[in-house]
């Protein structure tokens, strides 16, 4: 018996650990789930971040209505975005992934040009949030995350950023890359009615 709760814990921490992992938004009962693949140093990955995502996440994922997923899936194309993405992951680890995936796309041309992603990340973290991003970032651990993210989007045939995906009744709808906020809410509308 001892032994069987024992294997329940470590099966309980194990969900916990990929609870930490998973950088989402919204209730995890909401009838929508949008995931998001995207790259932080993708110009279209920012438009869409901050004209669609914006509005989307006051409007719907706030109220329960969705449920947003972040997939780091940096592009080989982008030099500085790997390391950005797994800041973002190292961040997510000490709860600031929102700001720092806002200061990332904000100031995206800036970093792009110059490389400065630790630079452009700490300046939203605190001195000791600072301290464990930069070793974070370094981990095998949070490397493996990026790695995941990207292994489930070519699970799902992501084949550039930012890719959008909606679930709703175990159907999944793939969003035409530029669908701008107007055009995505009609349409989670519309399956919110159905």
């Known amino acids: 018996m001892r032994r069987f709760l024992a294997g329940i814990g470590l099966v309980t921490i194990a969900a916990a650990a990929f609870a930490a992992q998973v950088k989402s938004r919204g209730a995890a009962s909401a009838p929508i789930t949008m995931d998001v693949y995207s790259d932080f140093?993708?110009?279209?990955?920012?438009?869409l971040y901050e004209t669609t995502l914006q509005p989307l996440i006051q409007n719907y994922v706030d109220k329960g209505k969705v449920?947003?997923?972040?997939?780091?899936?940096?592009?080989?194309?982008h030099s500085h975005s790997m390391e950005a993405a797994c800041y973002a992951c190292a961040a997510n680890r000490v709860g600031k992934y929102d700001q720092v995936c806002d200061v990332l796309f904000r100031k995206q041309e800036s970093w792009a040009a110059t490389g400065k992603v630790d630079e452009t990340v700490c300046s939203v973290l605190t001195a000791e949030e600072a301290r464990k991003v930069r070793a974070l970032a370094k981990d095998q651990s949070v490397i493996a995350e990026v790695q995941s993210d990207i292994q489930a989007g070519r699970a799902a045939h992501v084949d550039g950023t930012p890719t959008v995906i909606l679930t709703h009744r175990l159907k999944q709808y793939r969003i035409p890359?530029?669908?701008?906020?107007?055009?995505?809410?009609?349409?989670?509308?519309?399956l919110l009615t159905n």
């Open 41 to 47: 140093q993708c110009p279209g990955c920012k438009a």
């Open 177 to 190: 890359t530029g669908a701008g906020y107007d055009i995505l809410r009609r349409f989670i509308d519309q």
């Open 67 to 77: 449920l947003l997923v972040h997939h780091e899936y940096p592009l080989p194309i």
